[in-house]
């Protein structure tokens, strides 16, 4: 089974990030630019929130704030769940599956090495559900030929 290091190994560990005082509006931006649905939200390097698009539209637009005057850290979600390189894919379908999450971030002693999406982890096990059914289709027509 795959680990989020393979995964990260692929994916790589660049992590786009904001700090608790950036507003809104930046994080917003900032993940329109680069294309992602979350950012982890740093302060002296430690992980201490994370923000995402539900946050944006759960506790800005439904709430009336504006984005360019609120900070990241009025609307942060600060209960971070994060997962270790070593985690197996699996573990991280189940915990993203239980708790609804999209993001999840990976952080080795005390510091965020990367980010991981549900759409990484879903590739990941397709491309090892592929490859199961490649060996199976192997061992069959390999069988038959005996």
């Known amino acids: ?23 809104v509006y930046n994080a ?8 992602i649905g979350a950012l982890p939200v740093v302060q002296n390097g430690k992980l201490v929130g994370i923000f995402s698009e539900r946050d944006y539209t759960r506790k ?3 709430q009336d704030r504006a984005s ?3 900070r990241v850290m ?9 997962i270790s390189p070593a985690t197996s894919i699996d573990e991280c379908m189940r915990i993203m599956s239980k708790h609804h ?11 965020l090495i990367g980010m991981i999406s549900i759409a990484d982890v879903v590739k990941v096990i397709i491309d090892e559900q592929k490859n199961k059914i490649d060996q199976l289709e192997h061992n069959i027509t390999w069988s038959e030929s005996y």
């Not at 393979?6 to 950036?22: I, M, N, Q, T, Y």
């Not at 009025?74 to 994060?82: D, F, K, P, R």
């Open 74 to 82: 009025e609307i942060m979600t600060v209960n971070v769940c994060y």
């Open 101 to 111: 999450f999209r993001h999840l971030p990976v952080v080795l002693e005390n510091e």
């Open 28 to 35: 917003i931006k900032l993940m329109s630019d680069k294309d």
């Open 60 to 62: 800005v637009v439904l």
């Open 68 to 70: 360019k005057h609120t």
């Open 1 to 23: 089974m795959a680990t989020v290091e393979k995964l990260l190994a692929d994916k790589g560990f660049h992590v786009w990030a904001v700090s608790p005082e950036d507003t």
